[in-house]
């Protein structure tokens, strides 16, 4: 018994080991930064936690906090209906146009987000043009330099980009609906409607779950997309909280001021993650 | 039993290994750099994206020349964050042996690295005034790269389709007079606007500012650096020139970007004005041989007097130099950067290759050839040229704050009151 305890830890050590040199000391002396006024060479004053009370008068901050919320409730949404939608669409028996159709919706998920960004800024700025001076339809004019439409151009960007990925997990749930559980419906005379608000939707809110937990988290740390699409542009209106963040450290060089936006950051997503998935949880339904 | 415990120790044996194998990799990068054997290696770092084929080009024949010496480059910038790039190198502990600084801040952050460079022969020969923009405590710590100078740059062409005459534009009421005359033109010309600013980019926001701030600053680069507060002095002559540019610009402004602005309005005739400086002269080149030669010009700006118009140009960059290395690799940077400067093939490649206007005496000025960079050459040599201001603003004042507000103020959704007032407090807070 003893030997096996042994074992156990020493096969567990070289991941420990990586675990506690890239991210659990990183972390901690994370935490320290965040009390001092750091810029990446020395630390030149312990400050307490003055950082902290700065940062909630820091309007930008706060703005893009809330902007991050809101780009997140849009695009879990987004996202989540959209793949169930595909899951739905390429479940049904059509043969080899199915498995087509799934590698089409899951291939923007293989593409990087900087160069989607790139793609998606072509779209919005010279495509989406093209179609207005074309067809004189106003709507198309202007993408991306004012808020509004950054803020859908970023959603629109990140639902193509999730949904098929989303969409995999709601296929392998639906597949595992049982098949007499469907047949039964059928029998007793539900229509297709019914067997999927009746039948299908109780027995995959366990994908819900794992769904919204992947989307959320993901949806709040966007960076790279965000960056490529608006650089946060126009006028800081389009800034999530991790390129406020990133910029706070690398641009203006108050690293221990940005350290603390990280930290504050970190809990809010560990708070709404752990809610969310304490709710989802209850819903589910065992067979 | 036995055969876990083989496992055990290979295990165990692994993750040694791979401990050890992360160290050493360290020791050996600095063996290396030390030049043990024959051959001195010196890293440098280059932020000029534009002229990175040029840099090869001059390092492989410095090297045919030097066989002992070898030169290894990395280059970031562009739409890549340089200055975070070149920290992160310091931080891991592969300082660079050259590398770019942009500013006096630059200079003040790394200065416990930078070598003086006053007894080196690329200093002696640097034109008056040009050390400044790298100097504390009156020790110059950098080497100019080149002159860069920026304004309006115009298509020559339209204007003199239009009826006029660049050189007759002698105050800010011809220059209006101008954009009108061409504006009220503009479908006879095929042009789609007067001016095409790319208000998308921070720094070509953050430049423009610079021709309103430098005069505020007495043209120093040193008060500019030590300022703690920015005043807008000139605030009334820079709103008129925004409103001006404003209302006859592509449009939506806001997302108008550099390559649409340069690379599709500008050079294909479809906008007369651009604000920017003579490095789009390659990107012009490259895609019209006689766009540069015959079409573009560079007009000033009028702000201090209404008569005497003015360009900003400087040294944009200079070249520091790491003397925590060893002191041979300190020596063949020395070499490297002089030789670069001082030799006969180097000034070739400067002026012929780089395109540089030059920022060290002794060229001979006949061969800038392409016109606008012989034009801001002679504004630096008849002193209408202002410093580069917008270099010494303190770190990340241009893109978090400066370009957000202007960005606003273009936007309409603040006063020009309130532009001045919150980029003010901003300026204040972050020095």
Known sequence: MNF????????????????????????????YYSFTEYDGFQVTSFVGFDNYIKLFSDDQFLYSLGFTAAFSAASVIGINVLGLSFALLVTQKLGKVSTLFRTIYFMPNLIGGIILGFIWQFVFLKAFTGIADVTGIEFFRGWLSDTETGFWGLVILFVWQMSGYIMVIYISFLNNVPKELLEAATIDG???WQSFWKVKFPLIIPAFTVSLFLTLSNAFKVYDQNMALTNGGPFGSTEMATMNIYDTAFKVQDMGYAQSKAIVFLIIITLISVIQLYITRKKETEL | MKFRLVIISLIMLASMSLIVACSSNESGDNRESSGQGDEVVVDLFNIKVETTDQLNNLIDIYESENENVKINVTTVGGGQDAPSALQA?????????????????????????????SDMESAKTAIDGTLEGASMDGTPYGIPLNIEGYGWMINKDIFERAGVDPSTIDSYDKFVEAVETIDSQKEELGIDSVFAFSAKEDWVVSQFSSHFTAPEFGNDVKTAFESDELNFEYGDRMKEYTDLFNQYNYQPILSLDYSTSVEELFANDRAAIIHQGNWIVPTLNSMDESFAQEKLGILPLFVSSDTEGKIVAGPSWYWGINKEHDEEVVEESKKFIDWMYTSDKGKELIVEDFKYVPSHEGYDTDSISDPVSAEVYQYLLDEKGKIWANNQYPDGFFSEALHPEFQKYLGEQQSWEEFKEATSNAFSEMR
């Not at chain 1, 567990?12 to 040199?21: D, K, M, S, V, Y």
């Not at chain 2, 310091?90 to 300082?95: I, L, P, V």
């Open chain 1, 190 to 192: 539900a229509n297709k």
């Open chain 1, 4 to 31: 096996k305890n042994r074992t156990y830890w020493l096969f567990l050590l070289p991941t420990l080991l990586a675990l506690l040199l890239v991210l659990i000391i990183p972390f901690f002396q994370g935490v």
């Open chain 2, 89 to 117: 190198k310091f931080s891991s502990g592969e300082a660079p042996a050259i590398f770019l600084l942009g500013g006096l801040s630059d200079v003040e952050k790394y200065n416990e690295y930078l070598l003086d460079v």
